[in-house]
């Protein structure tokens, strides 16, 4: 039949990569009241769920599981089949980085990683693990790259999306700006290639600014093309909103809008659909991130 919804408690199932911020993620969650266990044994999922919404424990859970578990491969999908069945109310953020970035991250920590003693050296495990786990993706409600976040900005993002309001209540349209030049961010469900739009960078008196100046706005808001584009953007996400937010199964959505450096057009026209959808969208939650305003073009 199921659980009814009443005393259910909402749960975060963070996995993913072993160095890619997994305790950073959870202390963060622990930060935001949520009741946070570290290596959780999928096996007992669902009857802790169980015990959590007949007791009225927490209304808010937030779970490691990844490769520690011995049973988590085999039977994480069984699991999840479970309590979606149950209808327990669940995200899954998969946590993941580059190769060479994760080896750092253990060369300087001198912590043993889980395929070690599998007879893998380091470079080995941590390709190992990214193949057995990419199944997981599947899954996900995030996949969140950490290669290049340090402790306060992982934090930082998680925060902006499970604590800025009651995350029950409304789904989430993420619009992400972001340069080409260092990658597509992976959680993004739907890309926009802008980089054809006129560029600020070559005029003198714009390239030292970003997006979120009046200067490069007005500056491509001048030219016909960008209206008409953001304008069907906007009629695009509309539909969206209706169809895979508000009346889908999904409660969340990623928009990437990409120009070549992430700092002058992606940020603008973020910028602008963000205000526009917040006059007219008042049944969703938008956050925009600039990912790549900072960096050096």
């Known amino acids: 039949m199921g ?3 009443k005393n259910v408690p909402f749960l975060v199932i963070i996995t993913g990569e072993s160095g890619a911020g997994k ?7 622990e930060d935001l009241n949520f009741l946070t266990i570290d290596n959780f044994p999928v096996r007992l999922l669902k009857s802790y769920l169980m015990e959590i919404t007949n007791s009225g424990l927490t209304e808010r859970l937030a779970l490691v599981m990844d490769l520690r578990d011995p049973f988590f491969l085999e039977e994480f999908p069984k699991v999840i089949k479970e309590i979606r069945e149950e209808k327990f109310p669940f995200e899954l953020i998969y946590l993941t980085a580059k190769t060479e970035v994760l080896i750092t991250r ?3 920590t001198r912590r043993p ?14 390709k190992k693990e990214k193949k057995m786990l990419s199944f997981l993706k599947n899954y996900a ?3 969140i790259d950490t290669s290049d976040f340090n402790y306060h900005q992982l934090k930082t993002h998680l925060i902006n999306i499970y604590g800025k309001y009651d995350y029950l209540l409304k789904p ?3 619009i992400i700006a972001f340069g080409f030049k260092y990658g597509i961010p992976n959680e993004a469900n739907f890309i926009f290639d802008i980089r054809w739009l006129p560029n600020p960078f070559f005029i003198p008196e714009l390239s030292n600014l970003d997006g979120t100046d009046e200067r490069i706005i007005n500056f491509l808001l001048e030219n016909l093309s960008v209206r008409e584009f ?19 199964e999904r409660r969340y959505c990623a928009i990437g809008i990409g120009c070549t450096g992430g700092r002058h057009r992606s940020v603008a026209i973020a910028k602008l659909l963000n205000e526009q959808l917040k006059q007219n969208c008042s049944n969703i939650e938008i956050i925009v991130s600039y990912r790549d305003i900072r960096r050096e073009n």
């Open 106 to 108: 253990y060369n300087q």
């Open 23 to 29: 305790s950073t993620a959870l202390k963060t969650f």
């Open 3 to 5: 659980t009814s919804f």
């Open 230 to 248: 953001i304008n069907k953007i906007y009629i695009f996400l509309q539909m969206l909103i209706e169809n895979f937010l508000i009346h889908g």
């Open 172 to 174: 989430i349209l993420h």
């Open 141 to 143: 409600t995030y996949i």
């Open 113 to 126: 990683h889980p395929l070690l003693k599998e007879n893998y050296d380091i470079e080995n495990a941590v």
